[in-house]
């Protein structure tokens, strides 16, 4: 019944800027903790970004002060916006949401919902 839909992947030259999006429908109530995952081919699937219901955001090392993560509790979005993008950026990202969570909303939160992803290139 939950359903992630993300958007805004797309191809672009190292620097460039691009805006993600994810959707969700499914919720009575705004999930407590929403994310964004990457994985690149040969890759493990990296946590890069979360934020919980109250705004508080969590970013992998390599995004921070690149990437920001915002969410709107009315419509059920998450957000990624990023900045200064560089090859190594190039991935599959996922969004992802938790209705509960007793560790915390951070990268190492474990995610229960996931969209389908939306592909992100970055050349040099």
């Known amino acids: 019944e939950v359903q992630l839909v993300e958007s805004g992947g797309d191809s672009v030259q190292a620097g460039g800027s691009l805006r993600l999006s994810c959707a969700a429908s499914?919720?009575?109530?705004?999930?407590?903790?929403m994310g964004w995952f990457r994985q690149a081919p040969g890759r493990e699937r990296e946590a890069v970004a979360a934020?919980?219901?109250?705004?508080?955001?969590s970013y992998v090392n390599s995004v921070k002060y690149r990437f920001r993560v915002t969410r709107d509790n009315a419509r059920i979005t998450v957000a990624l916006q990023m900045d200064r993008l560089r090859p190594e950026d190039t991935a599959m990202y996922y969004c992802?949401?938790?209705?509960?969570?007793?560790?915390?909303?951070?990268?190492?939160?474990?995610?229960?919902?996931w969209g389908q992803g939306t592909q992100v290139i970055v050349s040099s």
């Open positions: 992802a949401a938790v209705d509960v969570s007793y560790t915390g909303c951070n990268t190492s939160t474990i995610f229960h919902s």
């Open positions: 499914g919720y009575s109530e705004p999930p407590y903790c």
């Open positions: 934020i919980s219901l109250g705004g508080i955001t």
